[in-house]
């Protein structure tokens, strides 16, 4: 796939009287729009490199949910199922009846917390890296694959990421955290209702080892796709963003998942049978 990038512009919406933010795309008739749904403590920024080189494709949004980057908190207490509630509101805000949900890490839990609230208002699915569960327990076992993920992720995420924690705060940070390491992400992986892939990462220390991935790709159901980018680290959208929108495109048009011969480094892709 050609590198076509659509730079996305910056847009407000209310929702209950409070402002989010978000990064909207060109205008693509006859598509199903894309929202892009970041993980925790970061900014929609971290998903711009992917949103862009699918914007081209179908009219592409990329909030900042309530308590993160330049949208105002929300309301109640912070937790996954508040930012469903909330990104449900937002796309209510932007008049958006039916999409395709794209989220990374904590955001793979939100969109599967959506999609049980509202089936009906998610198309298709794309869970990158999707944490939570069993293998990120206990919370401190979290943290140390954490911090081992920091030092496999690109160093020019920084610029992204630490001024975003900065502003999350280390009080929020360890609640939201710890609330998605308890989230049963594989489990409602394989019971949802949504035509869905997974993506992960061969170097990300937060996800399964490689024979629970495999057994995942055996228990799922037809309408389930996992697939494994060789090389990459927890924030697949920020460090490999045209591997992420080739695999994504692939699969949205119904084409065989295989490697981007465009993309430079040792990146590989590949389709996780059931056997």
Known sequence: MGERIAPLSDTWV???????FV??????????PIVHVHGFGISGTSLVPTA???AARATTFVPDLPWHGRSDDGEGV???GALATSLLEILDALGLERVVLVGNSMGCPVDLEVARLAPERIERSVLVSPAGGMYNQPLRRAMVQ?????????PRIARTAVPDYLHFGAASTYRLFSE?????SQERLLRTTV???AVIGSRD????PPWRVREIARLAPEHITIAVIGGAAHAINFSHPGELAHVIASWLDGKEIVDDPTQPGLTRVLQVGRS
Do not use: C, Q, Y
């Open 14 to 20: 209310h929702v209950n009287g409070r402002k989010v």
């Open 23 to 32: 990064r909207t795309g060109p205008v693509v008739e006859g598509s199903t």
């Open 52 to 54: 862009e080189r699918l």
């Open 78 to 80: 912070l937790g996954i």
């Open 146 to 154: 954490l911090a081992k993920d920091g030092l496999r992720e690109p």
């Open 180 to 184: 998605m390491t308890r989230f049963p």
């Open 195 to 197: 035509p869905s892939l």
């Open 205 to 208: 220390p937060l996800m399964p």
